[in-house]
């Protein structure tokens, strides 16, 4: 499968016409465009009629008949719980703590569990990767939050795939963001403020829930001395307890938010108050959070926020929701000078979706991942339609893989000089039946998550000496002493869910001495997945409108 040592730093000349939507300031449609491309970034954007830049009148023009769109680009996403299927969630919950602890049993047996179990299996554990990180292309993604790697002597590293990291971004234009923060810095005012006042931006949950522990997790950034622990670093995951006076609050400081509004409905019945977190002037981006409470991925959480937006009232354009995976994340990023439009000089990620009528907007939030026909990242085709991937894929020696997507077939291009060897070495489908074996056998009592020591971490170079086994760095399978949420204090309390050494979110040991069983492996794309459509229609939480709606989605797969 491997398709030779492609860098994704450099690409040939290449040439796509179709109808080009840039997302540029002006919002510049060009109906009848041919993208150009060199050495990972775009060169122009032109009319299909007008003469090539200089260096491509000898290139090939590759007819796409389709509509160009920037990559979509998620801020919110637990990638390795997404070989995971839908969680039936059992009732109405009002914080994370009440889902995710000793009350809810059923979450350990259907989602930490297994994913405790197969985070430790050094053979699966790749698989993992390589699964999610296709999954994530098909739906059109081109970045993402990433897949951090650990060993008992610390943790190795993100790893570094096809789709762009960021917290791991390889690029020195693309400043990483940070996911977690370290203890000290979640608990004490002044170490979080300080942290917060730095150069990095923090992708941190906050407001997780809608009562009143939820609301305290905000108003602990309130310190004791009136000021507010609140920059424009601070990019707020969920942010669903804040009032219309706590979203002033929010933007007068500079925090932005990322919004993930399925996965709040399905567990709390409502999501934030966007409409008033807009009108305060938060810049608002779309996660779709994780396959167990939320959509597959960005084309999914699309069209839910399209529905919700509707059935609620608030004023939403297609375009605003299309900016929230495109432009928006990449300004939240500062990443604006270099993603996020289709304009010269800026990256060459894009996707191309088929068809080039009707208003391109709707067409991107109604799509599937069988209409998604060409992603490309830094110039380099990852997968698309054979026919586009025979114009676009630069090695003619090449071997890919090829796979089903709504009864499709799709070409992948998974070559990557970068790659870890372990990951490069597996295919679609090995990774496909590993995971399905892992999943079908699961143990009756995983291990208890252990502790990594604070031994240095070792570089990329020292690795081929590194005897420990690889293991997903994910909650349930270490603890590093770090946290992806602040837990300030307020009236002499630390806020938040999962608090450290909090025996109410400490998974009981009945729960624990619960057998696993057998799970399915969430298929690849929603387009393949007819029941999980009809699995929303049913779900408890959701507002009947958006229930029936959802329904109405299954029934037109």
């Known amino acids: 499968m491997r398709a030779g040592a492609i860098d994704p730093a450099s690409s040939s000349p290449v040439a796509l016409r179709g109808r080009v939507v840039t997302l540029d300031a002006a919002g510049t449609v060009v109906d009848d465009g041919v993208v150009y491309a060199r050495d ?52 109405r919950y009002t914080n994370r703590d009440q889902w995710s602890g000793r009350a809810t049993p059923q979450y350990h047996q259907l989602i930490s569990g297994p994913m405790g179990s197969l985070g430790r299996q050094a053979e699966v ?18 970045t993402s939050q990433g897949i951090a790697l650990a060993s008992n002597a610390g943790i190795v590293s993100h790893f570094r795939g096809l789709v762009r990291n960021v917290e791991s971004t390889g690029d020195r234009d693309l400043p990483p963001a ?45 310190l004791t001395d009136g000021r507010w622990a609140i920059t424009e670093n601070l990019i707020g995951i969920h942010c669903a307890a804040l009032t219309a006076e706590d979203f002033q609050t929010y933007a007068a400081h500079g925090g932005s938010m990322v919004w993930s509004p ?66 928006n994340p990449a300004q939240l990023l500062g990443w604006s000078t270099h993603l996020g439009s289709l304009e010269p000089g800026k990256r060459a990620d894009l996707i191309v979706l088929t068809g080039r009528t009707g208003d391109p907007y709707r067409q991107l939030i109604t799509a599937t991942e069988a209409d998604v026909h060409l992603v490309m990242i830094n110039g380099v085709a990852r997968v698309g339609t054979p026919g586009l991937m025979h114009h676009q894929v630069v090695d003619p020696g090449a071997i890919v893989e090829r796979i089903r997507v709504g009864g499709r077939t799709r070409v992948l291009n998974l070559a990557q000089a970068t790659a870890d060897a372990q990951v490069d070495a597996l295919s679609v489908a ?11 056998e699961l143990p009756a009592a995983p291990l208890a998550a252990p502790a990594l020591s604070r031994r240095p971490v070792p570089t990329r170079g020292d690795r081929a000496q590194e005897t420990e086994e690889t293991l997903l760095a994910v909650a349930d399978v270490i603890d590093n002493h770090m946290t992806p949420r602040p837990h300030l204090p307020l009236h002499g309390r630390l806020t938040g869910p999962n608090l450290p050494g909090n025996r109410d979110t400490e998974l009981s040991a009945a729960a624990a001495s619960l057998p696993l069983p057998a799970l399915p492996l969430d298929p690849l794309a929603a387009v393949d997945n007819p029941g999980y459509y009809e699995a929303l229609g049913t779900a408890i939480n959701l507002p009947e409108d958006i229930r029936t709606q959802l329904q109405q989605l299954s029934e037109q797969r």
């Open 40 to 91: 990972g970034s775009l060169v122009d954007v032109r009319p299909a009629a007008a003469a090539p830049p200089v260096g491509f009148e000898t290139v090939a023009v590759a007819p796409t008949r389709g509509t160009l769109f920037p990559g979509l680009i998620e801020l919110h996403n637990h990638l390795p719980y997404d070989v995971l299927s839908l969680w039936a969630v059992p009732r």
């Open 178 to 222: 940070a996911t977690h923060i370290a203890d000290i810095e979640s608990t004490d005012a002044e170490h979080f403020l300080a942290r917060i006042s730095g150069t990095q931006k923090l992708l941190l949950h906050l407001s997780e829930g809608v009562d009143r522990p939820a609301h305290d997790h905000f108003e602990a950034l309130h």
């Open 262 to 327: 399925l996965s709040n409905l399905l567990l709390y019945g409502k999501t934030a108050d966007i409409a008033a977190a807009r009108r305060a002037g938060v810049a608002v981006a779309l996660g779709s959070d994780w396959s167990p409470s939320g959509s597959k991925n960005l084309l999914g959480e699309l069209k839910v926020a399209r529905i919700y937006a509707d059935t609620a009232g608030i004023l939403l354009s297609d375009v605003d929701l299309v900016r929230m995976a495109t432009t």
């Open 430 to 440: 090995e990774a496909e039946g590993r995971l399905a074996a892992a999943l079908a």
């Open 125 to 142: 554990v790749p698989a993992i990767v390589r699964y999610v990180e296709v999954r994530a292309l098909l739906g059109g993604t081109t």
